[in-house]
């Protein structure tokens, strides 16, 4: 797998076992920097690509439609 996989693997480990959700895991904090830093940076690119997502910005315009 790789030197430091165990670094890595960890969270996603944990998150499996404990059925944490992606914000979990973009919540928690970690000594900087490591490379366990990376299951943060990962979940935060995940999240960031859903809300710029086309789908997501039409739900929004319709709500904001619906307000006005």
Known sequence: ???????IIHGYVLAKSARLK????????HIYPTL????????DQYYLELISS???????????????
């Open 22 to 29: 992606f914000t979990d895991l973009s919540s928690t904090i």
């Open 54 to 68: 086309a789908w997501i910005k039409r739900i929004a315009k319709f709500f904001i439609s619906l307000m006005r």
């Open 1 to 7: 797998i790789g030197a430091s996989a165990g670094e």
């Open 36 to 43: 366990a830093q990376m299951v943060k940076r990962t979940s």
